[in-house]
T-cell receptor
Framework: DGGITQSPKYLFRKEGQNVTLSCEQN?????MYWYRQDPGQGLRLIYY???????QKGDIAEGYSVSREKKESFPLTVTSAQKNPTAFYLC??????????FGPGTRLTVL | QKEVEQDPGPLSVPEGAIVSLNCTYS??????FMWYRQYSRKGPELLMY????GNKEDGRFTAQVDKSSKYISLFIRDSQPSDSATYLC???????????FGSGTQLTVLP
């Protein structure tokens, strides 16, 4: 089955800790995206990547980092510099920007 | 002011009703208009997209774009309890590599 997987489903972070969220796709899409969703605020773009070894900052990149070493994988690290990381994180991939397919999401909670 | 405005609801309708969901936008450069459906604690799924103005129909769903008024709509005919979800509109300038999302409208269809 083709699709996007995200892991873990739930993640808990202590203050000052870095955590990494996994995103894998087998749709052969070139572009991948990371969004953050907070209640009542829709989706906000953190980072996106159009090709391997290249990525661009989105609207809210501060406190986050990414890598794109393989076409299938686009992990997101939430660093200790992100002061309010509790949110629902969504990964997406696409061939065309207007046809993005989303994974099931990771819910991150700061303890 | 946000580039895309969407009434958050919540909106409750009886089963079988026609539902109208709407977004307004301020950026006249938007060319692609998308509607996503998001069930609770899940990733969004693309329902349909429209390029420029006009209507597009897919089963019980109709998307409508009025660029002169900067207003888009999604109509759901014969609504079902399974349509209960949050509906997100999204837009793209065509040349841009990212989407701009509305905040979502929460819909409940009562049996």
């Amino acid at each position: 089955d083709g699709g996007i997987t995200q892991s873990p489903k739930y993640l808990f972070r202590k203050e000052g800790q870095n955590v990494t969220l996994s995103c894998e796709q087998n749709l052969n899409h070139d572009a991948m995206y990371w969004y953050r969703q907070d209640p009542g605020q829709g989706l906000r773009l953190i980072y996106y990547s159009q090709i391997v070894n290249d990525f661009q900052k989105g609207d809210i990149a501060e406190g986050y980092s990414v890598s794109r070493e393989k076409k299938e994988s686009f992990p997101l690290t939430v660093t200790s510099a992100q002061k309010n990381p509790t949110a629902f994180y969504l990964c997406a991939s696409s061939t065309f920007v207007h046809e993005q397919f989303f994974g099931p999401g990771t819910r991150l909670t700061v303890l | 002011q946000k580039e895309v405005e969407q009434d958050p609801g919540p909106l409750s309708v009886p089963e079988g009703a026609i539902v109208s969901l709407n977004c307004t936008y301020s950026n006249s450069a938007f060319q692609y208009f998308m509607w996503y459906r998001q069930y609770s604690r899940k990733g969004p799924e693309l329902l349909m997209y429209t390029y420029s103005s006009g209507n597009k129909e897919d089963g019980r769903f109709t998307a409508q774009v009025d660029k002169s008024s900067k207003y888009i709509s999604l109509f759901i005919r014969d609504s079902q309890p399974s349509d209960s979800a949050t509906y997100l509109c999204a837009m793209n300038r065509g040349s841009a590599r990212q989407l701009t999302f509305g905040s979502g409208t929460q819909l409940t269809v009562l049996p």
